[in-house]
């Protein structure tokens, strides 16, 4: 009983000595959960572009909501509008894809 005991107080300090030191016990845990990807600014302008379309009288609101301006706004959708690929992500966001 007691040789049971002492096994069992060594190996848990055995233990506590692996996990402190990283070393690898073999013991995997849950997977870490990533960070939420910033929005790139296609989604974020399809999402204003939503807003709008929703309620067209509260524009300068949606704006200043999300921290543009209208001048800003429209410089981003002309410089979407100039690249393809901008544009496909830009429409994919706007229809809430």
Known sequence: MKRTF???VAAA??????AC???D???VGPEPVPEPAEA???QKVGEIARAIDADPGARDQILQDHG???EAYEAELYGIAENPARTKAFIE?????
Do not use: C, D, K, N
């Open 68 to 70: 543009m301006t209208a």
């Open 6 to 8: 002492t096994v069992a």
């Open 40 to 42: 790139t600014m296609e």
């Open 13 to 18: 300090v055995l233990g506590f000595g692996l």
């Open 21 to 23: 030191t990283g070393a």
């Open 93 to 97: 966001a706007r229809q809430g894809s």
């Open 25 to 27: 016990t073999g013991i």
